[in-house]
């Protein structure tokens, strides 16, 4: 086997939308990026790649007529070879998340690959599918939020803080889940439509309340400058405040911008359009279109820069995606 077909066998650009869950949800829960954050996000991106290599085991059958350029039914990896790559990347990320988390990150990535298991072995023709992978990036973002560590919150007030952004993530896959369904044949006009609206919707639901915080917390009026001269140092730690969560609006308001930007003109086109091609593409777009989502709520989570880092490598996995598609 060549790295290149193993490479093609995970859809190994596709794991660049991993992280940002992980920082979505430690941002959630006020915790710091650290060591163990990127332990755990190692260990998501392990279970990923063997979501992808195991989905290319079970559906050996099915691709050998679809899609018979893929590396196993053009026999390039072995259809045992994608089932041992898919239990040696599991075991990997249950490893990397014992070392990095302990027990709290181990109860979050059991779920996780029992979720991928179950839904490229059973669940995927049935109506549960849908259910389960956007289980999967829940549990993702929640993992983010319970990483132990000096100053991290009691695990029921990190869940709670998360809650919201894995939510949002969630309804992202689902609509990822839906239009998947018609890669192949194209989309009755309504499946598209649908997904663009909740996608919509999950924009505004994660600027709206940056928009909100950053509104009450406005700098004092030209006629509040005298209460500036009384109590300068407290007033300014105030202005600093508010200009903090200025520029959190503006970052959550423009990578949301971004999301709909990508994601949602791509289900714009297939709305125009729904051919399986166009559907096709739209299921490329969103799942590295889940990157700008993700920084629009690591932003909003209070983490601006990390937020503008995950912005950045938006763009490089859209290139990589050319060569490597992440379908």
């Given at each position: 086997?060549?790295?290149?077909d193993?490479?093609?066998?995970?859809?190994?650009?596709?794991?660049?939308?991993v992280?940002?869950?992980v920082?979505?949800?430690?941002?959630a829960?006020?915790?710091p990026?650290?060591?163990?954050?990127?332990?755990?996000?190692g260990?998501?991106?392990?279970?990923?790649?063997?979501g992808m290599?195991?989905?290319?085991?079970?559906d050996?059958?099915?691709?050998?007529?679809e899609?018979p350029d893929?590396?196993?039914?053009?026999?390039?990896?072995?259809r045992?070879a994608a089932?041992?790559v898919?239990g040696?990347?599991?075991?990997?990320?249950?490893?990397?998340?014992?070392?990095?988390?302990?027990?709290?990150?181990?109860c979050?990535?059991?779920?996780?690959?029992?979720?991928?298991?179950?839904y490229d072995?059973?669940?995927k023709?049935?109506?549960?599918g849908?259910f389960a992978m956007?289980?999967?990036?829940?549990?993702?973002?929640?993992?983010?939020?319970?990483?132990?560590?000096?100053?991290?919150?009691p695990?029921?007030?990190?869940?709670?803080r998360?809650?919201?952004?894995a939510?949002?993530?969630?309804?992202?896959?689902?609509?990822?889940?839906?239009?998947?369904?018609?890669?192949v044949?194209?989309?009755?006009?309504?499946?598209?439509?649908?997904?663009l609206?909740?996608?919509a919707?999950?924009a505004?639901a994660?600027?709206?309340?940056a928009?909100?915080?950053?509104?009450q917390s406005?700098?004092?009026?030209a006629?509040?400058?005298?209460?500036?001269a009384?109590?300068p140092?407290?007033l300014?730690?105030?202005?600093?405040?508010?200009?903090?969560?200025?520029?959190?609006?503006?970052?959550?308001?423009?990578?949301?911008?971004?999301?709909?930007?990508?994601?949602?003109?791509?289900?714009?086109?297939?709305?125009?359009?729904?051919?399986?091609?166009?559907?096709?593409?739209?299921?490329?777009?969103?799942?590295?279109g889940?990157m700008?989502?993700?920084?629009?709520?690591?932003a909003?989570?209070?983490?601006?820069?990390?937020?503008?880092?995950?912005?950045?490598?938006?763009?490089?996995?859209?290139?990589?995606a050319?060569r490597i598609?992440?379908?």
């Amino acid at each position: 086997m060549r790295l290149a077909d193993l490479a093609l066998l995970v859809r190994a650009p596709a794991a660049l939308s991993v992280p940002g869950d992980v920082i979505a949800g430690a941002a959630a829960a006020g915790r710091p990026l650290g060591a163990r954050t990127f332990g755990v996000i190692g260990s998501s991106v392990c279970l990923y790649w063997a979501g992808m290599a195991l989905n290319d085991y079970a559906d050996a059958a099915v691709d050998a007529v679809e899609r018979p350029d893929r590396p196993v039914p053009s026999g390039r990896v072995p259809r045992r070879a994608a089932l041992a790559v898919a239990g040696g990347l599991t075991a990997a990320g249950l490893g990397l998340a014992a070392v990095a988390g302990g027990r709290r990150s181990v109860c979050a990535a059991l779920p996780l690959a029992g979720l991928v298991w179950a839904y490229d072995l059973k669940l995927k023709s049935t109506a549960a599918g849908g259910f389960a992978m956007a289980g999967a990036r829940i549990v993702d973002v929640l993992a983010g939020a319970v990483v132990p560590g000096a100053g991290a919150a009691p695990v029921g007030v990190a869940l709670r803080r998360a809650a919201v952004p894995a939510a949002l993530v969630g309804a992202h896959t689902g609509t990822l889940m839906a239009l998947s369904r018609y890669e192949v044949g194209g989309a009755p006009v309504r499946v598209p439509a649908g997904t663009l609206a909740v996608s919509a919707v999950t924009a505004v639901a994660v600027t709206v309340p940056a928009a909100r915080s950053a509104a009450q917390s406005r700098m004092p009026s030209a006629g509040a400058r005298g209460l500036v001269a009384l109590f300068p140092a407290p007033l300014k730690g105030v202005a600093v405040a508010a200009r903090s969560e200025k520029c959190r609006a503006v970052l959550t308001a423009t990578a949301a911008l971004a999301y709909l930007g990508s994601y949602g003109t791509a289900q714009a086109r297939a709305v125009r359009e729904p051919s399986a091609g166009n559907v096709r593409r739209a299921v490329g777009a969103g799942i590295l279109g889940l990157m700008p989502l993700q920084a629009a709520l690591t932003a909003r989570g209070g983490a601006p820069g990390v937020a503008a880092a995950l912005g950045v490598v938006h763009p490089l996995a859209r290139r990589l995606a050319r060569r490597i598609s992440p379908t």
